[in-house]
């Protein structure tokens, strides 16, 4: 223990990482755990006697893939599950499950039972952390066959999730394993998916090419299964039910684009549920009244992601002497740069703030996503100066709040979430608020060690002004429950006592 964090006490942090150390292996999934991976809470399924399905990639050698699996699980466990290819039209897909991935991953924990796309960034971090290098480097493999086989980096390998991919941290995942092995192979094959990424995201209609940013965007129509099979509250009501009553209490002429005559959602509200849903941020009230409107926003975390990833690409090329194309990665980022400053910094705030299409103004809705060009290096001194003046907004016993509204949504006040009180710290420490930075990430680590403490788990969210994991009674929207487990709690616990010079390795 250092003198930095006298109200950390030693034997307890030993015990919460000790715990962490040992999660990852609970967490892991290889192809002999193919059938535990595949059963899924979050859809339908029949009888306990009829096999999970998983499917295959048409570009995968369907006899290769069984041969493996037949060789890794029980005859019984094989049995039980139903090899498959993917249709051409992925979309007619309506017996749900899971999509295959040939080596092993983390997954968060809980409900969420596959490899899920931004989590898996954080959880890379928390792997370096403890020194699993050879998982860290299979992650980051198993996010480039999505790219090569499925199209992009998935929310998570379910078929529902085909429809859309997750906020693009790659970049600097690759970047992170890159430093801790020093695999230059590795890094140079990595480099031409990850630009095919890239431009998964900079091109229409995930781009709005007039105003030079991007927005979020899922290819799906109607309701997301997942959503309408497991999002339901203690009478039973889904997601979607909570969600049509609360449209009914607003004025009509407000309620008019998301709810249609008949009572149901309007077309352009289930396009935008999915694509909040591929922000990672479901549900809250940034994007509109329930996100219903996140079609019609470029938001700040994205297109800071994305200069990030430009800045990332013209790196990797530099260290690769793959230098032919460097200066246009540059410039990709010097012109991101300046679409940000114009259409989502707030000047007179003092914040980054998302901004509406159809109103051609920023929102104006307080987010913690304000530290994310912090965390990039995107933001000026000035710019970075006038955030920090605004942390009161966010701050709170436990960390960071994902804002100051509280709406009965879990991505809005009062609940924190790893990776946002994370990102802030990192941001903050970058531009030198290095008091403000470890206050924060004492006060996050404290709350998790003492609900560890209570409850013997670690969860994905908090109550950070009550000090407590137990949120459901504040929850009106979404999935009720506060998972745990929990991949990117584990890993932003072992990021902020790295930040603050607390050594409690116990790998």
């Not at 992925?90 to 991935?101: E, F, S």
Request: glycine share 8%; hydrophobic share 40%.
């Amino acid at each position: 223990m250092t003198p930095h964090s006298p109200i950390l006490n030693d034997e307890a942090l030993r015990h919460l990482c000790g715990h962490i150390h040992l999660t990852w292996n609970t967490l892991t999934r290889d192809l002999c755990d193919a059938l535990s991976a595949a059963r899924d809470s979050k859809v339908e399924h029949g009888s306990a006697a009829d096999a999970w399905p998983l499917y295959l990639s048409p570009r995968e050698d369907m006899e290769a893939v069984r041969s493996k699996l037949a060789a890794n699980l029980s005859p019984a466990a094989f049995a039980h599950l139903s090899l498959r290819v993917l249709p051409p039209d992925w979309r007619a897909v309506t017996d749900h499950g899971l999509l295959y991935l040939p080596g092993k991953y983390v997954v968060p924990g809980g409900r969420f039972n596959e490899m899920h796309g931004w989590d898996s960034h954080f959880i890379v971090l928390g792997l370096l952390r403890s020194g699993r290098l050879d998982l860290a480097r299979s992650m980051v493999d198993q996010q480039l066959y999505q790219i090569e086989h499925y199209g992009t980096i998935l929310n998570a390998n379910r078929t529902y999730f085909l429809t859309r991919s997750h906020p693009p941290f790659l970049g600097r995942t690759i970047l992170e394993v890159y430093r801790a092995t020093g695999d230059m192979e590795w890094l140079r094959a990595s480099l031409p998916l990850l630009e095919k990424y890239y431009f998964y995201w900079s091109v229409p209609p995930h781009q709005i090419p007039s105003l030079g940013l991007s927005r979020y965007c899922d290819f799906g129509e109607g309701p997301a299964p997942e959503v309408e099979s497991s999002e339901k509250d203690a009478n039973g009501r889904t997601h979607y039910e909570r969600v049509a009553d609360f449209l009914r209490t607003l004025p009509p002429e407000d309620a008019a684009p998301f709810l249609a005559s008949d009572g149901t959602l309007t077309d352009h509200a289930w396009r935008s549920d999915r694509s909040m849903r591929e922000s990672g941020f479901d549900p809250g009230f940034r994007f509109g009244p329930l996100d219903l409107d996140t079609l019609n926003y470029l938001p700040v975390c994205l297109n800071t992601l994305l200069w990030r990833m430009e800045i990332d690409i013209a790196a990797i090329r530099k260290i690769t002497g793959a230098t032919n194309t460097r200066d246009v990665w540059l410039e990709r980022a010097f012109q991101r740069r300046q679409h940000i400053d114009q259409l989502l910094w707030d000047e007179t705030g003092g914040v980054y703030s998302d901004y509406h299409l159809g109103s051609g103004r920023r929102s104006g809705f307080l987010f913690a996503t304000t530290f994310w060009p912090l965390w990039a290096g995107l933001a000026s001194r000035s710019q970075a100066a006038a955030v920090a003046a605004n942390l009161h907004h966010f701050e709170t016993p436990g960390g960071i709040q994902t804002g100051p509204v509280e709406t009965g949504c879990q991505w809005d006040g009062p609940f924190g979430w790893a990776p946002l009180t994370l990102m802030a710290v990192q941001g903050l420490h970058r531009y030198g608020y290095r008091e403000e930075s470890r206050r924060i990430a004492v006060n996050f680590v404290r709350m998790v060690e003492f609900e560890f403490r209570r409850t013997g788990h670690i969860f994905e969210k908090y109550d950070t002004v009550r000090l407590t994991s137990e949120v459901s009674d504040l929850l009106k929207f979404g999935y009720p429950t506060n998972e745990t487990g929990f991949g990117w709690t584990n890993a932003a616990v072992l990021e902020l006592l790295h930040l603050l010079d607390v050594d409690v390795f116990c790998g």
